[in-house]
């Protein structure tokens, strides 16, 4: 067992953990384990950074999605784009 999983995570949870945390459904004991993990462990710290900037970057472009009704259009229209496509 190394001192990264002594000390409560291992890199992946704390991956998991990282993103749990950007969108705040971490708990108290998650939030310190994470940070003590991160304290330790350059690549996961590096991770975490990137993560955060990726989550700022989408946030900024204001991006939305689709409703159910614009999906299904687009499904249909894929569909029936595929069915003639394959009529040739």
Same mark, same amino acid.
């Given at each position: 067992?190394?001192?990264?999983? *002594? *000390?409560?995570? @291992?890199?992946?949870?704390?991956? $998991?953990?990282?993103s749990k945390a950007q969108?705040?459904? $971490?708990?108290?004991?998650?939030?310190?384990?994470?940070?003590?993990?991160? %304290? %330790?462990?350059?690549?996961?710290?590096?991770?975490?950074?990137? @993560? /955060?900037? *990726?989550? *700022?970057?989408?946030?900024?472009?204001?991006? /939305? $999605?689709?409703?159910?009704?614009?999906?299904?259009?687009?499904? /249909?229209?894929? @569909? @029936?784009?595929?069915?003639?496509?394959?009529?040739?």
């Amino acid at each position: 067992m190394n001192l990264k999983s *002594l *000390l409560g995570l @291992n890199c992946d949870e704390a991956a $998991t953990a990282c993103s749990k945390a950007q969108y705040k459904e $971490t708990s108290l004991r998650e939030k310190l384990k994470l940070r003590l993990h991160l %304290f %330790f462990c350059k690549p996961c710290k590096e991770y975490s950074k990137k @993560n /955060q900037k *990726l989550s *700022l970057l989408i946030k900024k472009a204001k991006i /939305q $999605t689709c409703s159910e009704v614009e999906k299904e259009a687009y499904r /249909q229209r894929m @569909n @029936n784009a595929g069915s003639h496509a394959s009529k040739r």
